[in-house]
């Protein structure tokens, strides 16, 4: 058994997060597949597991983490690696984690599992979804603009936590041309070693079949 175990599916954004993090320290990891399409984070089963009803959970040493941000800490600080060599350094990768999940991730995922999952088309709750991942991709653009990573010019978790979503443009509706400090951030990342797309790194690509 792997000294790792990661619950996720490939469609998840929040679970490519720690996944992508693993791999980039050469960590030995298995995942653990969540048919979430199919309803697996809603039975008793799971939420035993997570109480939450989410994924990713992480399994290490006996312990059980849930929640992206807090997995990637642990991880930053098992490895010693992208957390930050001080407390400044540590406060500001918070302050961009913190942001990630609350004005990044939470609009794109949503948005995006409308559009691309749930099928609902163009509606007003999209339009306002957009517009709130439009201001929240203005910001980071300009906090780019001049800086190789996040928080200066090395990758740290909070990379890996805002990259999350962003690997699928198409299915929420962007072009990089409209952002391209972001853009030339996605390719930085993309050419760290370990680097995998998360429907090549996670199980569940296509999506399962309904039963």
């Excluded at 939420?47 to 991880?75: F, K």
């Excluded at 961009?96 to 948005?111: C, V």
Aim: aromatic share 14%.
């Amino acid at each position: 058994m792997a000294e790792f175990v990661l619950y996720c599916f490939a469609q998840s954004g929040n679970a490519y997060k720690p996944a992508l993090m693993l791999n980039l320290c050469g960590a030995e990891w298995e995942p653990r597949f969540v048919d979430f399409f199919n309803g697996e984070t809603r039975t008793p089963a799971y939420r035993a597991i997570n109480v939450m009803g989410e994924v990713p959970v992480l399994e290490h040493g006996g312990q059980r983490l849930s929640q992206s941000g807090v997995i990637l800490d642990y991880l930053a600080r098992h490895f010693g690696r992208f957390g930050g060599g001080n407390d400044d350094e540590r406060r500001e990768i918070l302050r961009w984690l913190l942001f990630d999940n609350h004005k990044l991730t939470s609009y794109i995922a949503t948005l995006r599992y409308l559009l691309q999952f749930a099928k609902t088309g163009e509606t007003p709750v999209t339009e306002f979804m957009r517009g709130r991942m439009k201001s929240a991709l203005a910001v980071l653009d300009k906090q780019l603009t001049g800086s190789r990573f996040v928080t200066g010019e090395n990758i740290t978790i909070a990379d890996l936590s805002l990259c999350g979503y962003l690997y699928w443009p198409d299915e929420f509706g962007v072009d990089w041309t409209a952002y391209p400090a972001i853009a030339n951030w996605l390719d930085a990342i993309a050419a760290e070693p370990g680097w995998v797309h998360p429907y090549k790194l996670m199980p569940g690509h296509p999506l399962p079949a309904a039963h």
